[in-house]
């Protein structure tokens, strides 16, 4: 959230849009919460408006966080970064995950990532109240990844880092940071 409020320190008219972030609601929670805190214009939509809010203009770029960037440029990040950056890419909006050098990966491969798979319950569960059919089965991928072609450009603490990104990472990225077996 650095790379917008430094973008409203420079005067720049800033509205967010918060995806609520199921099935644990942390844009709803938490990302509203610290954009309302500091002056932010903030809006909550559901996970599946994304693509109306983009159709409608509503959008004129992206940023998401990661939890794991690997060399490659494949964005590992909580569950539905891809789908945003599916729609970013057929609405023609800039889609840029903005992180950490911390977050980078130069050791994994994108396709040897393990993606933690999540308690069945916070599917089918909203604040203690059953939402679903007792007994069904449950998908609950903590993250997904979004592959680097969907990526307009990556911002981190060391600057933007472009395409191709296995070049770009690999020089401006501390070879230093240790391997981690899972997100």
């Known amino acids: 959230m650095g790379v917008v409020r430094a973008a409203k320190e420079e005067g720049k008219s800033i509205k967010v ?101 999540r308690d069945p319950s916070e599917v089918v569960n909203i604040r203690g109240t059953q939402i679903a059919p007792k007994g069904v089965r449950v998908l609950n991928p903590a993250f997904d990844m979004t592959p680097p072609e969907l990526v307009t450009s990556i911002v981190s603490d060391r600057g933007i880092l472009e395409s191709p990104y296995n070049n770009s990472i690999i020089k401006n990225i501390d070879h230093s940071i240790e391997e981690r077996p899972f997100i």
Do not use: C
Not at 18 to 37: N, V, W
Not at 91 to 108: C, E, K, R
């Open 17 to 117: 849009i918060a995806t609520e972030t199921r099935p644990a609601l942390q844009g709803s929670r938490l990302t509203a919460f610290e954009m309302m805190e500091d002056g932010f214009d903030v809006r909550v939509i559901t996970d599946t408006m994304a693509g109306h809010v983009m159709s409608k203009g509503l959008v004129d770029k992206v940023l998401v966080g990661a939890d794991r960037i690997v060399n490659t440029g494949h964005v590992f990040n909580k569950i539905g970064t891809y789908q945003i950056a599916i729609l970013s890419e057929k609405h023609n909006i800039p889609f840029y995950p903005v992180a950490p050098s911390s977050t980078f990966d130069l050791l994994s491969k994108w396709d040897e990532v393990i993606i933690e798979e």
